[in-house]
């Protein structure tokens, strides 16, 4: 008989494990609900519609790779309770799914949408492809003066996105830019390159008050200044959604198998909380480790038992035709027995982070000759690097394919 | 046909660039997607290019699709890309390249316009090299054994097991003799184990049967080099003289294993045994190991080859000959398959030590198919026979002398195939 995967969501990790599943289980049938009102796609790719570097129909593409004869998939389901003792999905239409083995990958969602002062049409999140229609259609018919509220990835992105588009910007942000992803440095760097792209960035500050007259929509900060704005963006990070019947505390712990507390229940992807490379527990809400989730869970919903490597934060950003990276530890005190090395260049930067003697953090600006993936491979291996950190600043492509050679033929990662 | 890109652990030269620039070439002038890699403070000298991973990270993460996975190679669509660079941050073997002036990932597409990979075929010392991998892919089916083999880590005998059942499919009957390969509970055909000495006469007896009654199934051996040419040789050699219809397949691991490493006939000179022992008076083995492979060719049979399973794409060919041969007449396969156990080495390099023992001209690949003799792998640089038994204790004992008396017969026993390969010219 065959198995009955109930996959809940249809983001990276609910494709990954869709696709994994149906390598894995030749008799497998597997369904997938996704709440939006699309088909799936990667939410990685929005920023790049805003742009028009890419097209709406392109951002469905990926998934018409996905085998059709065992997949099955249904849009606008919504998922509202799970009964694990039953195997059992209610959805919020009324209608149920029983399943063998569940995969919950239901992600995450915008956190603090609510702006004392604004009517809820006027504060945008940037989130999901509804999220972009709706705020395309509106910059589409009106004035294009934009605040954002937020300072991560998110924020920048689609501040510089809006920018390249036309619109007057401004990012404001309670501490700085990318605090969680770059350090400090590298946080002005790319203030003062959107700054120059015409972009008013008001760092460290907050929101005090918000009105609407006419038309237009006022706000003060607190340092007194005033910003009118058409509309606001809320980009100030996200929450891990949950579901009745799965109570947890936040995000859904998960073994290295993707497994929950719940028999035949896995979760994947920003609702999942895993394992980081420095063994902190929490989600790694970024797409490529989503990815790497879904397929963990897949196998291991299929019978097959290979753990997940520990999760490496990475990020890549684009801004006004420079590129930036970075990945793990993005600053680390010497107090708590972090080491930093840097190489400024002309044009150019690399900051390397090493802690008890291992790759910990790397971030790079416009290094478009370093394959970051293999620092990326040293950091989650846990290579020792101590001896070579010198010759690896220098010479980081080189010296990366190095180590990870010689950790390779001795049987590491 | 599915072709692959294998680059060898070696070290390039620091002033070669010929795979670079014959890349280049081959995409029109455009960036090369093999990339030279020079760190002289480490003596590392080598080049990076994509592995087309049949597991792909870069596929997984890439959201536009761009990235897709055909026919054994990593395609990038550029007009896909939109260069949002997740799998440059996410290979971690450095395979894929960030274009320089665009807003593009780039990689290599297994010189797909071009017909076969143009840096291989530039490569002076054969360090990137393409074999068909058509025949390797196949093999990822079922497994033709049941959980729980147990052997010892990196036995090479396990892997001539699996490939061997693949590669001949599920019609077949298993013989074997007592021996580290008797996985009667474990495969998932049907296993006749003789003794030692009768293996070739029970398949005598069973392909005669099946001949007589019309079945196709074929008879297939996997038995060591002692059961092979030292205790069941005569009836190996009488049933080669009578073309009996079978494929016999020897797994050569160079001593008696199973039973405590003791030298047999295919003992190399100079290795330690618990039987030819190092010591005051003992140095190894005092004898060259008997070419049993080429005796068996010279009773005039349908088919005999030599094989191992650092050259899987070689070694399923072979198998597939040989068991097409049978139907006709004799068959005869020799696989070259180390003991960690026995060899002393270390288990990982299972793989790694037959390659070398063919880079070197130590067992060469070669096969004879009704009388024709042909290489059917020729190392474009032949290495000292040093770099083979480097990898293993048994031979730690060996000085510059013993390791010249194993050169010599090395080449001599490479000079006398290389002979037979040769048309024979009129007086």
Same mark, same amino acid.
Request: hydrophobic residues 40%; aromatic residues 8%.
């Given at each position: 008989?065959?198995?009955?995967?109930?996959?809940?969501?249809a983001?990276?990790?609910?494709?990954?494990?869709?696709?994994?599943?149906?390598?894995?289980?030749?008799?497998?049938?597997?369904?997938?609900?996704?709440a939006?009102?699309s088909?799936?796609?990667?939410?990685?790719?929005?920023?790049?519609?805003?742009?028009?570097?890419?097209?709406e129909?392109?951002?469905?593409?990926?998934?018409?790779?996905?085998?059709?004869?065992?997949?099955?998939?249904?849009?606008?389901?919504?998922?509202a309770?799970?009964?694990? *003792?039953?195997? $059992?999905? !209610?959805?919020?239409?009324?209608?149920?799914? =029983?399943? +063998?083995?569940?995969? %919950? /990958?239901?992600?995450?969602?915008?956190?603090?949408?609510?702006?004392?002062?604004?009517?809820?049409?006027?504060?945008?999140?940037?989130?999901?492809l509804?999220?972009?229609?709706?705020?395309?259609?509106?910059?589409?018919?009106?004035?294009?003066?934009?605040?954002?509220?937020?300072?991560?990835?998110?924020?920048?992105?689609?501040?510089?996105?809006?920018?390249?588009?036309?619109?007057?910007?401004?990012?404001?942000?309670?501490?700085?830019?990318l605090r969680?992803?770059?350090?400090?440095?590298?946080? *002005?760097?790319? $203030?003062? !390159?959107?700054?120059?792209?015409?972009?008013? =960035?008001? +760092?460290?500050?907050? %929101? /005090?008050?918000?009105?609407?007259?006419?038309?237009?929509?006022?706000l003060?900060?607190?340092?007194?200044?005033?910003?009118?704005?058409?509309?606001?963006?809320?980009?100030?990070?996200?929450?891990?959604?949950?579901?009745?019947g799965?109570?947890?505390?936040?995000?859904?712990?998960v073994?290295?198998?993707?497994?929950?507390?719940?028999?035949?229940?896995?979760?994947?992807?920003?609702?999942?909380?895993?394992?980081?490379?420095?063994?902190?527990?929490?989600?790694?809400?970024?797409s490529?480790?989503? *990815?790497?989730?879904?397929?963990?869970?897949?196998?291991?919903?299929?019978?097959?038992?290979?753990?997940y490597?520990? /999760?490496?934060?990475?990020?890549?950003?684009?801004?006004?035709?420079?590129?930036?990276?970075?990945?793990?530890?993005?600053?680390?005190n010497?107090?708590?027995?972090?080491?930093t090395?840097?190489?400024?260049?002309e044009?150019?930067?690399?900051?390397?982070?090493?802690?008890?003697?291992?790759?910990?953090?790397?971030?790079?600006?416009?290094?478009?000759?370093?394959?970051?993936?293999?620092?990326?491979?040293?950091?989650?291996?846990?290579?020792?690097?101590?001896?070579?950190?010198?010759?690896?600043?220098?010479?980081?492509?080189?010296?990366?394919?190095?180590?990870?050679?010689?950790?390779?033929r001795?049987?590491?990662? | 046909?599915?072709?692959?890109?294998?680059?060898?652990?070696?070290?390039?030269?620091?002033?070669?660039?010929?795979?670079?620039?014959?890349?280049?070439?081959?995409?029109?002038?455009?960036?090369?997607?093999?990339?030279?890699?020079?760190?002289?403070?480490?003596?590392?000298?080598?080049?990076?290019?994509?592995?087309?991973?049949?597991?792909?990270?870069?596929?997984?993460?890439?959201?536009?699709?761009?990235?897709?996975?055909?026919?054994g190679k990593?395609?990038?669509?550029?007009?896909?890309?939109?260069?949002?660079?997740?799998?440059?941050?996410s290979?971690?073997?450095?395979?894929?390249?960030?274009?320089?002036?665009?807003?593009?990932?780039?990689?290599?597409?297994?010189?797909?316009?071009?017909?076969?990979?143009?840096c291989?075929?530039?490569?002076?010392?054969?360090?990137?090299?393409?074999?068909?991998?058509?025949?390797?892919?196949?093999?990822?089916?079922?497994?033709?054994?049941?959980?729980?083999?147990?052997?010892?880590a990196?036995?090479?005998?396990?892997?001539?097991?699996?490939?061997?059942?693949?590669?001949?499919?599920?019609?077949?009957?298993?013989?074997?003799?007592?021996?580290?390969?008797?996985?009667?509970?474990?495969?998932?055909?049907?296993?006749?184990?003789?003794?030692?000495?009768?293996v070739?006469?029970?398949?005598?007896?069973?392909?005669?049967?099946?001949?007589?009654?019309?079945?196709?199934?074929?008879?297939?051996?996997?038995?060591?080099?002692g059961?092979?040419?030292?205790?069941?040789?005569?009836?190996?050699?009488?049933?080669a003289?009578?073309?009996?219809?079978?494929?016999?397949?020897?797994?050569?691991?160079?001593?008696?294993?199973?039973?405590?490493?003791?030298?047999s006939?295919?003992?190399?000179?100079?290795?330690w045994?618990?039987?030819?022992?190092?010591?005051?008076?003992?140095?190894?083995?005092?004898?060259?190991?008997?070419?049993?492979?080429?005796?068996?060719?010279?009773?005039g049979v349908?088919?005999?080859?030599?094989?191992?399973?650092?050259?899987?794409?070689d070694?399923?060919?072979?198998?597939?000959?040989?068991?097409?041969?049978?139907?006709?007449?004799?068959?005869?396969?020799?696989?070259?398959?180390?003991?960690?156990?026995?060899?002393?080495?270390?288990?990982?390099?299972?793989?790694e030590?037959?390659?070398?023992?063919?880079?070197?001209n130590?067992?060469?690949?070669?096969?004879?198919?009704?009388?024709?003799?042909?290489?059917?792998?020729?190392?474009?640089?032949?290495?000292?026979?040093?770099?083979?038994?480097?990898?293993?204790?048994?031979?730690?004992?060996?000085?510059?002398?013993?390791?010249?008396?194993?050169?010599?017969?090395?080449?001599?026993?490479?000079?006398q195939?290389?002979?037979?390969?040769?048309?024979?010219l009129?007086?």
């Amino acid at each position: 008989m065959s198995t009955k995967y109930v996959i809940l969501g249809a983001g990276p990790a609910a494709q990954a494990a869709a696709k994994e599943i149906n390598l894995y289980d030749d008799d497998a049938q597997i369904t997938l609900y996704s709440a939006e009102d699309s088909a799936p796609y990667s939410p990685v790719a929005l920023p790049y519609l805003l742009s028009g570097e890419m097209k709406e129909e392109d951002l469905f593409y990926k998934c018409t790779a996905l085998p059709a004869e065992n997949i099955s998939f249904f849009r606008n389901k919504k998922a509202a309770s799970v009964d694990p *003792a039953s195997k $059992t999905v !209610l959805f919020e239409d009324g209608e149920t799914a =029983v399943y +063998d083995r569940l995969l %919950v /990958a239901i992600g995450a969602s915008p956190a603090g949408k609510d702006i004392p002062g604004i009517a809820r049409e006027d504060v945008f999140v940037f989130r999901t492809l509804a999220d972009y229609k709706a705020l395309q259609d509106r910059l589409e018919r009106e004035n294009k003066e934009v605040v954002i509220c937020g300072g991560g990835l998110v924020a920048v992105e689609v501040a510089e996105k809006l920018a390249s588009a036309g619109c007057t910007v401004t990012v404001v942000v309670r501490s700085r830019l990318l605090r969680k992803y770059f350090s400090e440095e590298m946080g *002005a760097c790319i $203030t003062e !390159l959107l700054r120059k792209h015409g972009i008013s =960035v008001r +760092d460290g500050r907050n %929101v /005090a008050a918000a009105s609407k007259k006419d038309g237009k929509i006022r706000l003060t900060l607190d340092d007194n200044t005033a910003l009118s704005a058409d509309l606001v963006v809320a980009a100030m990070g996200v929450n891990p959604n949950s579901l009745d019947g799965l109570e947890t505390d936040g995000a859904i712990e998960v073994d290295e198998y993707m497994r929950t507390k719940w028999e035949d229940v896995y979760a994947a992807g920003d609702v999942a909380s895993v394992l980081l490379f420095n063994g902190e527990k929490r989600p790694c809400p970024i797409s490529p480790e989503a *990815a790497a989730q879904g397929k963990t869970a897949g196998r291991c919903m299929a019978g097959a038992k290979v753990p997940y490597d520990a /999760a490496v934060p990475a990020n890549y950003l684009r801004i006004m035709d420079q590129d930036f990276f970075s990945m793990g530890v993005s600053e680390g005190n010497r107090a708590d027995g972090f080491v930093t090395l840097k190489k400024q260049e002309e044009d150019s930067f690399l900051r390397l982070t090493i802690k008890d003697g291992c790759l910990v953090g790397a971030e790079g600006r416009n290094r478009k000759d370093i394959h970051p993936g293999l620092l990326r491979f040293l950091i989650r291996s846990g290579v020792y690097v101590e001896g070579e950190k010198d010759l690896l600043l220098e010479k980081p492509k080189e010296t990366a394919l190095w180590l990870a050679e010689q950790c390779r033929r001795a049987g590491i990662g | 046909m599915a072709k692959m890109l294998i680059k060898k652990h070696e070290s390039c030269p620091a002033d070669c660039s010929q795979c670079i620039q014959a890349c280049a070439a081959a995409r029109g002038g455009a960036d090369p997607v093999v990339e030279k890699i020079s760190l002289p403070e480490k003596g590392y000298e080598t080049v990076l290019t994509c592995n087309q991973c049949s597991d792909s990270v870069c596929v997984d993460v890439c959201p536009a699709g761009a990235l897709t996975a055909e026919d054994g190679k990593v395609m990038l669509n550029s007009d896909r890309c939109i260069g949002c660079g997740l799998c440059n941050l996410s290979c971690p073997y450095g395979g894929i390249f960030s274009a320089k002036s665009a807003h593009k990932s780039f990689k290599c597409d297994g010189c797909r316009e071009y017909g076969s990979a143009a840096c291989a075929e530039n490569c002076p010392l054969g360090i990137l090299e393409e074999t068909d991998a058509a025949a390797v892919e196949e093999q990822y089916c079922e497994d033709p054994c049941s959980p729980g083999m147990q052997f010892c880590a990196g036995c090479g005998m396990e892997l001539v097991l699996r490939m061997v059942l693949r590669s001949v499919g599920p019609d077949i009957v298993l013989f074997g003799a007592p021996s580290c390969c008797v996985p009667a509970d474990r495969v998932k055909v049907p296993m006749y184990s003789t003794l030692m000495t009768n293996v070739a006469s029970a398949m005598t007896g069973v392909s005669r049967y099946f001949h007589r009654i019309g079945r196709e199934t074929i008879c297939v051996s996997v038995v060591g080099d002692g059961g092979t040419c030292d205790i069941g040789f005569g009836a190996l050699s009488a049933a080669a003289e009578r073309g009996e219809k079978f494929l016999f397949i020897c797994y050569d691991n160079e001593a008696y294993m199973n039973t405590g490493i003791q030298r047999s006939s295919r003992t190399p000179y100079g290795s330690w045994t618990n039987t030819t022992q190092v010591g005051s008076v003992g140095r190894g083995k005092s004898r060259d190991a008997k070419d049993v492979p080429m005796l068996i060719a010279e009773h005039g049979v349908n088919y005999a080859a030599t094989a191992t399973i650092a050259y899987p794409e070689d070694f399923i060919r072979k198998v597939k000959k040989g068991a097409e041969a049978a139907k006709t007449g004799f068959a005869y396969i020799h696989v070259l398959a180390p003991c960690p156990t026995g060899w002393k080495m270390e288990p990982e390099k299972s793989v790694e030590v037959t390659r070398a023992a063919v880079e070197t001209n130590y067992f060469p690949l070669w096969e004879c198919d009704k009388g024709e003799y042909r290489f059917t792998y020729k190392p474009k640089k032949v290495k000292n026979v040093s770099c083979f038994t480097d990898y293993m204790r048994r031979f730690a004992h060996l000085d510059e002398e013993e390791i010249a008396i194993l050169q010599g017969y090395v080449d001599a026993r490479y000079s006398q195939i290389k002979r037979l390969t040769q048309p024979v010219l009129p007086d």
